[in-house]
């Protein structure tokens, strides 16, 4: 009682000083009587910067109010609360918001801003990150949903383990890629990130918290994975760990072939004794940078040598690989990797080597994203376009889209990934829609653009490579997909559609959890 009567007048007072947006109406004042009050901000600042992301390109989706829990049980006050209402307000998880169209972003709700059980970690309830081992499991780490991957790194390297299937950046939650797949260069191999989860905890859309495996509430579990944040808030993740190698052979090689290079590519993926650990790939053009964002690798005499060729062949492909090793293979390592790499088909001289530490190769796009920083570059629009096109789609995609649209339209603005996985790492009863085909590629096309302007231009573009798909049946599907109307979603998931639909109504019935993906809201 005297707290609501004591927070009205106080938010009031900082309204009208223009400190606190005016109460939303679709939050009731009850809220204030809940033990969560003191964490919930209305705070202008707390309430713009919430409703930021990466890509953004959506903007102005503001909520009502932040969460900033310092326990799980918070989090579970408020969707109960809301749950219980007879108008519930929407509830978005958010990890590190590197979501590109306001996947993490909920209108008139409320965000939680899952970073901050990492600030409150003493607290008994929260994880963080924990290193067990047991007969059945081998070593594990169970992680909170809030913790990025790189801290998941530094701790679990403090055993001599690590995750084996990772992203290419390392400054996402593990919650956030958990409701998408992540995916990398190791992905072939290990599978997606979805793949090596044993057990999570989840705060349901009816505020329960539920802990869930392959065999114990199921449909739970594998909905969550890849289920776009639309089941429940990841809480805890109990993540596969295996020992960490020390270092690392990077190698990249240059194509001017696109069917040598995807050959040579499959190839790689195919070898199963003693093969390579992350296998990837991009397009170079003559207005991508040779050395971009995503790592730097060529050095200033190599990049002239590339410069030329690349004036001559107007796109290039870079095949990149890294096989791991530690001291008991130091000695070998060499010797594997040239048996590996023995009759590919790359340009002759146009091989280039790095010998790095483990954790240097993992974490290669972080120097990239600090050099952006520092010049005002990383903050800006990002257009980008995630896509998994089946084997025999992917030479009339090139032909298509890389050469007939990107080429020729001379409109690229970043790195553009394409590398091959296998559907057999992926288990279809989790959420992910990937093609039928047994092996697809990952093609990112991951453009900055300089403002709003160049944003839009890239945007139709990729507008313009998403209809050519669907008008000639390439069977594509979208990777951190995207789509404005339920049609396109129902689409999406194809025969995926019913139970993705069902296990909403099952754990998130009134349709609370994260709107900004835009499937039932
Ligand atoms: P957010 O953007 O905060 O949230 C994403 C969605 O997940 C939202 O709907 C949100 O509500 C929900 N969510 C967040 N936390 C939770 C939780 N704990 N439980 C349930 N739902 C939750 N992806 C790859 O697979 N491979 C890559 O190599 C890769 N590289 C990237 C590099 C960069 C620079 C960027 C910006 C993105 C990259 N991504 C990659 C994409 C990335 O995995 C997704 O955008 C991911 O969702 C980002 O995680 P986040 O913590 O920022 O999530």
């Known amino acids: 009682g005297y707290n609501?009567?004591?927070f009205f007048i106080i938010s009031h007072l900082m309204s009208i000083l223009g400190k606190l947006n005016p109460w939303n109406p679709s939050i009731p004042y009850e809220i204030l009587s809940l033990n969560i009050s003191s964490k919930?901000?209305?705070?202008?600042?707390?309430?713009k910067e919430s409703s930021k992301d990466f890509?953004?390109?959506?903007?102005e989706i503001l909520p009502a109010a932040v969460l900033y829990p310092s326990c799980v049980n918070d989090i579970i006050d408020l969707i109960q609360f809301s749950h219980d209402l007879s108008v519930p307000f929407h509830v978005a998880a958010k990890g590190h918001g590197h979501s590109i169209r306001g996947q993490a972003m909920a209108k008139n709700g409320v965000i939680v801003e899952m970073s901050s059980l990492n600030n409150n970690i003493n607290n008994n309830e929260n994880c963080g990150v924990r290193v067990s081992w047991d007969s059945g499991l081998g070593f594990y780490a169970d992680v909170g949903g809030e913790q990025l991957w790189i801290d998941v790194l530094r701790s679990t390297l403090e055993y001599g383990l690590a995750p084996v299937s990772w992203t290419d950046y390392l400054y996402l939650t593990v919650g956030g890629t958990l409701s998408n797949a992540g995916i990398s260069g190791q992905t072939f191999r290990y599978g997606p990130q979805i793949s090596n989860v044993h057990e999570m905890d989840v705060i349901t859309g009816k505020g329960e918290l539920v802990t869930c495996s392959k065999d114990m509430n199921s449909e739970l579990f594998f909905g969550v994975l890849g289920g776009l944040g639309q089941f429940g808030i990841i809480t805890r993740a109990r993540i596969v760990l295996d020992k960490a190698p020390t270092r690392v052979k990077w190698v990249r090689m240059l194509y001017?072939?696109?069917s040598k290079f995807t050959k040579d590519q499959e190839h790689l993926i195919s070898i199963h004794h003693n093969g390579l650990d992350y296998v990837e790939g991009s397009l170079m053009m003559e207005q991508s940078s040779l050395n971009n964002w995503r790592s730097s690798f060529f050095s200033p005499s190599n990049q002239t040598e590339i410069a030329s060729l690349l004036s001559k062949n107007k796109i290039m492909y870079c095949l990149e690989i890294v096989k791991y090793y530690d001291d008991q293979n130091a000695n070998t390592i060499d010797e594997e990797l040239k048996k590996l790499v023995k009759g590919l088909k790359y340009l002759g001289g146009f091989m280039f080597k790095k010998d790095v530490s483990f954790v240097e190769f993992l974490n290669r796009v972080r120097s990239g994203e600090l050099e952006l920083q520092s010049k005002g570059k990383w903050d800006v629009p990002h257009p980008w376009l995630n896509l998994f096109v089946p084997k025999s789609s992917i030479m009339h995609f090139h032909a298509a889209v890389f050469v007939d649209i990107i080429l020729r339209q001379n409109k690229t603005a970043g790195p553009i990934l394409v590398y091959p996985t296998s559907r057999k790492r992926w288990d279809d009863r989790m959420s992910t829609m990937i093609p039928e085909e047994e092996t697809f590629y990952c093609v990112g096309l991951l453009h900055s653009s300089s403002g709003y302007k160049e944003c839009k231009i890239l945007d139709n573009q990729n507008e313009e490579?998403?209809?050519?798909?669907?008008?000639?049946?390439l069977n594509?599907?979208?990777?951190l997909p995207?789509?404005?109307?339920?049609?396109?979603w129902i689409k999406h998931f194809g025969k995926k559609w019913n139970i993705f639909q069902q296990r909403k109504d099952l754990f998130d019935p009134k349709m609370i959890l994260s709107p900004g993906q835009r499937i039932f809201n």
């Not at 919930?40 to 309430?47: E, G, P, Q, V, Y």
């Open 256 to 258: 001017d072939d696109f």
């Open 4 to 6: 609501l009567i004591i």
């Open 482 to 488: 995207h789509y404005k109307t339920k049609e396109d």
């Open 465 to 473: 490579i998403l209809n050519y798909c669907d008008k000639v049946g």
């Open 40 to 47: 919930l901000s209305t705070n202008s600042h707390a309430i």
């Open 55 to 59: 890509g953004k390109i959506i903007q």
């Open 476 to 479: 594509i599907k979208q990777y």
